[in-house]
């Protein structure tokens, strides 16, 4: 039986961090600061290959990223790509006072507003967290949509603000807003999946193989084809990660293979105006059922 509503959509979305990345963390050594440039050098590569697909695309970039690179992010934007918020220089936001948030907000919008002739509609937190402001920060500033949070998987939400989780209770929701909501998912980041990091303190692994990881993030696109109505699947690249060789191969192979499960691919400002337009993305239908 035909499905009632699309196959699905599925979202490319670039976090074109760069050096801002490892600044934050406090590893800017020129090694580590090189990682990030490496960034700015494959940016060219995932343009090449988005264009001879045809696929649009979101990207998130840092302030400090676009007044480092300012000609190669006017590429991405005269690609025909959106841009939006990524926090000025990739700071951790759950460690930021309302102030504090609010005017790195501020200087990012000026900037990627310089940068694209007009204000970001869109917001990613660098660190994928949120403080009790940032909903109510975004909302000012006349954001429309977030993808920093993971309370589902393939159906778009509204987020709230004033949840309260106190520990001698039980949870209580706050009011829903206008700000949508496009999950992501560390499952569909490949940072974690690719990156080596070494520090005094501890290690993440990463440098797994790019078929294993696109077999993941490909099944989830499978599984959402098969039981979900419409429903939108949000993947996250880095350039400095997926830039390499061997993993631009995986991402081709990725995008043809998610095309010839019927989906389509859009960019994030799209799925979320239609959401708030009154589409009903990601009903959960499982096949048989």
Do not use: C, K, M, Q
């Given at each position: 039986m035909p499905k009632a509503g699309g196959t699905g959509t599925v979202c490319l979305t670039f976090d074109f961090d760069a050096m801002s990345l490892w600044i934050a963390r406090g590893l800017a050594s020129p090694g580590t600061l090189s990682r990030g440039e490496?960034?700015?050098?494959?940016?060219?590569r995932l343009l090449h290959l988005l264009e001879s697909r045809g696929i649009p695309s979101t990207w998130f970039i840092p302030g400090h990223t676009a007044d480092t690179y300012p000609e190669l992010c006017r590429r991405v934007v005269d690609a025909g790509h959106e841009v939006g918020l990524h926090g000025y220089c990739h700071e951790q936001v759950s460690r930021l006072s309302r102030d504090a948030e609010w005017d790195m907000l501020r200087r990012a919008n000026e900037v990627l507003t310089g940068?694209?002739?007009?204000?970001?509609?869109?917001?990613?937190?660098?660190?994928?967290?949120?403080?009790?402001?940032?909903?109510?920060?975004?909302?000012?500033?006349?954001?429309r949509y977030d993808s920093s949070l993971m309370a589902t998987d393939y159906t778009p939400y509204y987020c709230r603000a004033g949840d309260e989780w106190p520990e001698d209770g039980p949870y209580r929701f706050?009011?829903?807003?206008?700000?949508?909501?496009?999950?992501?998912?560390w499952s569909l980041d490949d940072y974690p999946y690719f990156e080596y990091v070494r520090t005094s303190s501890w290690i993440m692994p990463g440098l797994r193989t790019a078929g294993d990881v696109f077999g993941n993030f490909l099944d989830d696109v499978r599984y959402m084809v098969r039981d979900v109505d419409d429903g939108v699947c949000v993947i996250t690249f880095h350039p400095q990660v997926?830039?390499?060789?061997?993993r631009l191969l995986?991402?081709?192979?990725?995008?043809?293979?998610?095309?010839?499960?019927?989906?389509?691919?859009a960019r994030l400002d799209r799925v979320?105006?239609?959401?708030?337009?009154?589409?009903?993305?990601?009903?959960?239908r499982p096949e048989g059922g």
């Open positions: 490496f960034g700015a050098h494959a940016v060219p940068l694209a002739g007009r204000p970001p509609v869109g917001h990613r937190t660098p660190t994928w967290d949120f403080t009790p402001h940032t909903v109510e920060l975004l909302l000012e500033l006349g954001v706050g009011t829903e807003t206008e700000l949508a909501e496009l999950p992501v998912s997926i830039g390499r060789g061997h995986g991402l081709e192979r990725f995008v043809d293979e998610a095309r010839d499960l019927g989906v389509e691919f979320a105006e239609e959401f708030r337009n009154g589409r009903r993305y990601g009903t959960y």
